[in-house]
């Protein structure tokens, strides 16, 4: 299972859902090595070895055969997919973002990505229920598929425990300056590396900083630090560093465990993360859980997430991204606020508050929850506990409720 995007969405979810619910049965459809990534689990929770994944005929019938045979209430499929399948239970989906759909919300065309869109919609229009991770990625769903408001519930995501283990030690900045030679101040960012992630901005940025503050003789060895894909993948944004004229202050790590990311996050000066398009947006809530400040993007779900915790720039306006970082890098009294303000907007996602909606959703599914007028039904007597299972579609292991939930989602992306 990655550690990031929707690996760490299922991993959570799961562990979360173990922690509250002790009633219903959960299966998890996958490979038995991923599952035991999140063990240890309670009684009720159960692996059902599934290696071949739902993107081929053999995968798709294997997996409809466990849903049937487990007679599972609801299944729970942790990201969109497009194929849509027919399967015997419900189906409830978690979308993070419509993002590569946009091209048709904006006048795009061509017929490959017209059926994708369809059939999309297909699936969407399919589900028993519909999870967004934020009012913005609800929003696109109603205005891109035309789905009612009243089929989405917006469930927000969290971050995951490990980012909760406290500040920074000096045995943890001793070793960044012996694995990475840090001894300096730098900037940080931190995920995916792709166009609507804007870091040809943040590097144009990052250079107009360093020559307003040789100006001001302040902060003349400041880094900034790019955690992510290898940059061997991306030979445009190397080009974008030379053009800047900042290939000594620029350096590219890669990819890196969360044990590692977060003695970064802490250590950073500002984490940057001023992204073009976010579904929900975490590594901004990653870096206020350790104090640091942040500046992002006032586009997207960003300003949903953030609140009053971060600065918030145009993500298109190269100069307002560096007087943003200039100002939350000078001004102490600013500093510190983000810092309070950033320890309290992260405590505000809860894993746990997350798996009740999706339970309550799950429940209501299966015909054991909320009728109507709202009001909560009985619990179920144990003959009649619902069932909840993970399955693997378009090229991702997901969870399935009502009696089978499936943990081989880990799917190989990237923190979004």
């Known amino acids: 299972m990655t550690e990031f995007g929707i690996g760490t969405y299922t991993r959570n979810v799961v562990r979360a859902l173990a922690r509250i619910d002790g009633k219903n049965e959960y299966f998890l459809i996958g490979s038995p090595q991923k599952v035991a990534e999140i063990n240890p689990l309670p009684s009720n929770f159960a692996t059902v070895p599934l290696y071949d994944d739902g993107t081929t005929a053999k995968g798709y019938l294997e997996c409809r055969a466990i849903l049937k045979r487990l007679s599972c209430d609801v299944v729970h499929i942790p990201h969109l997919f497009w194929m849509p399948r027919t399967l015997p239970c419900p189906y409830v989906v978690t979308v993070h973002d419509v993002l590569e759909h946009l091209y048709r919300a904006h006048g795009g065309s061509g017929l490959r990505r ?43 995501n969290a971050i995951d425990s490990r980012f909760l283990h406290g500040h920074a030690s000096d045995a943890d900045r001793q070793f960044l300056a012996d694995r990475f030679q840090i ?20 590097i144009e940025a990052f250079s107009a900083l360093k020559a307003e503050l040789e100006k001001q003789q302040q902060y003349t060895d400041l880094k900034l630090i790019i955690i992510g894909d290898e940059l061997s993948k991306h030979p445009g944004l190397r080009r974008t560093v030379v053009r800047s004229g900042v290939q000594h202050d620029v350096r590219f790590l890669g990819f890196l465990s969360i044990d590692v ?156």
């Open 114 to 156: 017209a059926l994708h869109f369809q059939l999309t919609r297909r699936v969407l229009k399919g589900a028993a229920r519909i999870f967004a991770v934020s009012r913005f990625t609800k929003g696109e769903i109603e205005r891109a598929f035309r789905i009612s408001s009243a089929r989405i519930d917006v469930i927000y």
């Open 261 to 416: 990311l977060r003695i970064f996050y802490d250590v950073a000066k500002i984490f940057v993360f001023p992204s073009l398009y976010e579904g929900f947006g975490l590594p901004p809530l990653e870096a206020m859980a350790h104090g640091t400040p942040v500046l992002t993007s006032n586009a997207s779900a960003m300003p949903e997430v953030v609140g009053n915790a971060a600065v918030l720039v145009n993500p298109e306006n190269v100069f307002e991204i560096m007087r943003g970082l200039l100002r939350v890098l000078l001004d102490q009294k600013l500093r510190e606020r983000l810092k309070s303000s950033g320890y309290q907007q992260a405590k505000r996602f809860s894993w746990d508050i997350s798996a009740r909606q999706i339970l309550d959703g799950y429940e209501e599914v299966a015909g054991h929850g909320r009728g109507k007028s709202g009001a909560r039904e009985p619990v179920p007597s144990v003959k009649q506990r619902g069932q909840i299972a993970e399955a693997d579609f378009g090229g991702s292991k997901t969870p399935v409720t009502g009696n089978v939930f499936d943990e081989g989602i880990a799917n190989k992306s990237q923190r979004q």
């Open 183 to 202: 001894t300096y101040p730098f900037l940080l960012y931190a995920g995916r590396i792709s166009p609507h992630k804007n870091l040809v901005r943040i």
